[in-house]
């Protein structure tokens, strides 16, 4: 069963932010695990993000969001914040 994913997170400087994002280490990892993701910018917190997408499953996504090397991603996009993780059904 495919969920939606929606993550909210302040960061020191989105546009660092998001050329991490974006890079093709973090684009590939997110894929390997069968997630889709979207970036978006808070209108009225620009340093808060909110990233919606989908993922194959609940544990796949812990998996991959728990993962020391996607906590260092994390750390080095410039997260300053406990990310917030919201599940839905789709």
Do not use: C
């Amino acid at each position: 069963m495919t969920i939606r994913v929606i993550i909210s997170m302040d960061v020191d400087d989105y546009e660092n932010w998001l050329a991490v994002f974006n890079s093709e280490g973090p684009m590939n990892a997110r894929s390997e695990a069968g997630l889709t993701v979207e970036a978006h910018q808070n209108l009225d917190d620009p340093k808060n993000v909110v990233a919606i997408g989908t993922a194959p499953s609940k544990e796949v996504f812990l998996e991959f969001f728990t993962s020391p090397q996607q906590k260092e991603r994390m750390q080095s996009a410039g997260v300053i914040s406990q990310p917030t993780v919201t599940f839905l059904k789709t």
